[in-house]
């Protein structure tokens, strides 16, 4: 029996999420016009001129969507996973601590 486990949970910083809002809407609107030329191209007859320019067009804004959807991919590869995140938290929280002095340099009782 082959066990398929679930893909790290990614978290973004606020930077990243506005950054894969941005590129979410810009992958919305070659979408849009991508299927407005293959809606046009379907509506009536068309010249065979025509029907190059909707699929040259079409063919542009579909390489546009796929630039917007590798940025988004490459955005959430680069974000840190549930566990670095965590670690990383664990990290900083160590980093906070108020500090024991060392009791020879400066005279106090240990603690």
């Known amino acids: 029996m082959t ?3 679930e893909p790290p949970v990614k978290h973004l910083d606020q930077q990243q999420a506005a950054e894969l809002s941005r590129d979410l809407h810009q992958a919305a609107q070659p979408l849009t016009v991508l299927q407005g030329c293959l ?3 379907l509506a009536r007859p068309h ?3 025509e029907y190059k320019y909707s699929i040259e067009r079409a063919l542009d804004e579909s390489r546009r969507l796929s630039a ?3 940025r988004i991919r490459d955005l959430v590869r680069s974000s840190p996973t549930k566990s670095e995140r965590m670690y990383a938290d664990a990290a900083s ?3 906070k601590a108020p500090r024991v002095a060392d009791s020879k340099r400066i005279g106090c009782l240990h603690v």
Request: with cysteine; net charge negative; hydrophobic share 40%.
């Open 68 to 70: 917007c959807f590798d």
């Open 47 to 49: 010249t065979a001129e």
């Open 93 to 95: 929280k160590r980093s």
């Open 39 to 41: 809606e046009l191209a």
């Open 3 to 5: 066990v398929i486990s």
